[in-house]
């Protein structure tokens, strides 16, 4: 199978080491992985900040790049939730037929790194080696909107050596929400302080999730309490060797 990956331009600018993993993940599986270096961000941080418009011109972008592939990967639910659920909308506000033509036909083969390997390829064990103590953290759009499930979950469990911990109050948001977290700071804080707190109950050593995003408002308020909990996604968990 041929796939492509989406990097995201948050991973690529921030997070580099999760394409990598995710590609790691896949190769190994016999996934061919190609990624196109047209890719350029897909639109959401515009389109949920009120450019709906301005997002138009990405959205078209996004379908050149990628129409060709039998499937598209990316280490974001909330990236490929932009493209499954809102592109459609985009479309529309655009008035252009062919467009919402060619995003219907794209959006159900754009996946989630656990979707993809679990729900289209069939597979719960990548033959990874974790030693390590883990919580996992839904994140709010692969939950609510992509609906995962059990994906991440099952991936973990089969990941030799790993100790899964469940964090209490799982579902709730960690704060980020992208811009929302400058726009008010003080509600995402206070959501942020209640999901460390869970976090901590658990005693994990790593707390890991689909988003590297929420990782990042996650992992900067662990830092700051020098906790001693890091944060890792879960891509780069998957991609961990096998014992010896």
Known sequence: ???ALFITCFNDTLFPET???TVEVLERLGVEVDFPLEQTCCGQMHFNTGYQREAIPLVRRFVEVFEGYEAV??????????VRELYPMAADLAGDRRLAESVEELGPKVFELSEFLVKRLGVTDVGAYYPHRVTYHPTCHSLRMLKVGEAPLELLRNVQGLDLVELSESEECCGFGGTFA?????TSAAMLS??????LDTEAEFCTAGDNSCLMHIGGGLRRLRAGVETVHLA??????EEG
């Open 194 to 199: 209640d999901k460390i707190r869970h976090v």
């Open 19 to 21: 394409g990598r993993a």
């Open 73 to 82: 990967v990316a280490p974001s639910g909330s990236c490929v939730s932009m």
């Open 182 to 186: 400058v726009k008010n700071a003080d």
């Open 236 to 241: 780069q968990i998957l991609a961990s060797g």
């Open 1 to 3: 199978m041929r796939v």
